[in-house]
């Protein structure tokens, strides 16, 4: 028997004959190859629909799952960091507020206790220095950042007490010195009597003088010598217009023989006031002003006080 293969391209058929030796080899290897490559394709079928069948769709959905627990989880982190983050911003604004508040105590006191301003400036940071250190720190994490904000935060509101403390003591020695009676109630004039024991002007006879006497111009300025209310204004037999002003602390003080009282009674008065101008009215020889200073009801030596200011 004779076989003959065609093929496409036209060339010269192949003509096989069964009595040939050769012929049954050939068909034999030829059949072996073709059932060889089907029984491979039938092997990637059957295997790819094994997997298919072994598929739990159970474990699909553990699968989804775990996907999307995951997707939560990542922004349940996100929420938390951002969390921490509004938190550290918070902390922040807290700090700068407290800075704030210290830096303005600061200047307060550098004004009120006349430092110098280049020594103690606190609209600057301070200088600092220092070589680098060779030691190889590790890097600082969340709960270290935490920490020291919070003992940062203690510190700053810890001096700021202080220095509102500190304030609150320079103020009330500030308004202490200015309700002390000191330096001299005239602006021109020079002293013409001291306080003591003197000859009486007008009998001659040894008198105690309870002041000391400002001689001046008629009309000059009659000034406070220290803050305080106005107890007296008017006239009083011996004194002829005079002014009293409390300064607290038991102080007080006295202004007499004024042409004319220019506050009235329950007047506040500042130092260096001006509260009445110089006259002669009352008992007196000629326009002055006598000044008495009174501690706890009784008349001390107004020199003392004068003194103070030099």
Same mark, same amino acid.
């Given at each position: 028997?004779?076989? +003959?293969?065609?093929?496409?391209?036209?060339?010269?058929?192949?003509?096989?004959?069964?009595?040939?030796?050769?012929?049954?080899?050939?068909? #034999?290897?030829?059949?072996?190859?073709?059932?060889?490559?089907?029984? %491979?394709?039938?092997?990637?079928?059957?295997?790819?629909?094994? +997997?298919?069948?072994? +598929?739990?769709?159970? +474990?699909? &959905?553990?699968?989804?799952?775990?996907?999307? $627990?995951?997707?939560?989880?990542?922004?349940?982190?996100?929420?938390?960091?951002?969390?921490?983050?509004?938190?550290?911003?918070?902390?922040?604004?807290? #700090?700068?507020?407290?800075?704030?508040?210290?830096?303005?105590?600061?200047?307060?006191?550098?004004?009120?206790?006349?430092?110098? *301003?280049?020594?103690?400036?606190?609209?600057?940071?301070?200088?600092?220095?220092?070589?680098?250190?060779?030691?190889?720190?590790?890097?600082?994490? @969340?709960?270290?950042?935490?920490?020291?904000?919070?003992?940062?935060?203690?510190?700053?509101? /810890?001096?700021?007490? &202080?220095?509102?403390?500190?304030? @609150?003591?320079?103020?009330?020695?500030?308004?202490?010195?200015?309700?002390?009676?000191?330096?001299?109630?005239?602006?021109?004039?020079?002293?013409?009597?001291?306080?003591?024991?003197?000859?009486?002007?007008? @009998?001659?006879?040894? /008198?105690?003088? *309870?002041?000391?006497?400002?001689?001046?111009?008629?009309?000059?300025?009659?000034?406070?010598?220290?803050?305080?209310?106005?107890?007296? $204004?008017?006239?009083?037999?011996?004194?002829?217009?005079?002014?009293?002003?409390?300064?607290?602390?038991?102080?007080?003080?006295?202004?007499?023989?004024?042409?004319?009282?220019?506050?009235? #009674?329950? /007047?506040?008065?500042?130092?260096? &006031?001006?509260?009445?101008?110089?006259? %002669?009215?009352?008992? %007196?020889?000629?326009?002055?002003?006598?000044?008495?200073?009174?501690?706890?009801?009784?008349?001390? /030596?107004? #020199?003392?006080?004068?003194?103070?200011?030099?």
């Amino acid at each position: 028997m004779n076989v +003959i293969l065609f093929n496409k391209s036209g060339k010269k058929p192949l003509n096989l004959n069964s009595s040939h030796p050769g012929f049954y080899i050939s068909m #034999l290897a030829f059949f072996l190859l073709l059932s060889t490559a089907l029984m %491979s394709v039938g092997y990637w079928i059957g295997g790819v629909v094994q +997997i298919n069948k072994s +598929i739990d769709p159970m +474990i699909v &959905q553990e699968w989804k799952k775990t996907v999307e $627990s995951q997707k939560l989880a990542l922004a349940e982190s996100k929420k938390n960091t951002q969390a921490h983050v509004d938190a550290l911003s918070r902390r922040l604004g807290e #700090l700068q507020a407290h800075v704030y508040r210290v830096d303005a105590l600061g200047s307060r006191l550098t004004e009120m206790a006349k430092l110098d *301003k280049g020594e103690f400036n606190f609209t600057q940071a301070p200088a600092l220095g220092g070589p680098e250190s060779s030691m190889d720190l590790p890097p600082a994490n @969340s709960t270290d950042v935490i920490a020291a904000l919070d003992e940062l935060t203690r510190q700053l509101q /810890d001096r700021e007490q &202080q220095l509102s403390i500190l304030e @609150s003591m320079m103020l009330y020695g500030e308004l202490q010195e200015k309700a002390l009676p000191t330096g001299r109630p005239i602006k021109k004039g020079w002293m013409s009597s001291f306080y003591g024991m003197r000859n009486d002007p007008f @009998s001659g006879k040894r /008198d105690f003088h *309870k002041g000391v006497d400002f001689a001046g111009k008629m009309g000059a300025d009659v000034i406070s010598v220290a803050t305080g209310v106005v107890t007296w $204004s008017g006239k009083r037999y011996g004194y002829g217009n005079m002014v009293e002003i409390d300064h607290g602390n038991g102080y007080a003080t006295r202004y007499a023989h004024n042409s004319e009282n220019l506050v009235k #009674l329950g /007047d506040k008065i500042k130092k260096g &006031q001006l509260i009445a101008k110089m006259g %002669s009215s009352g008992r %007196s020889t000629g326009p002055h002003v006598h000044f008495e200073v009174v501690k706890n009801g009784r008349v001390v /030596d107004p #020199l003392k006080h004068l003194a103070a200011t030099r």
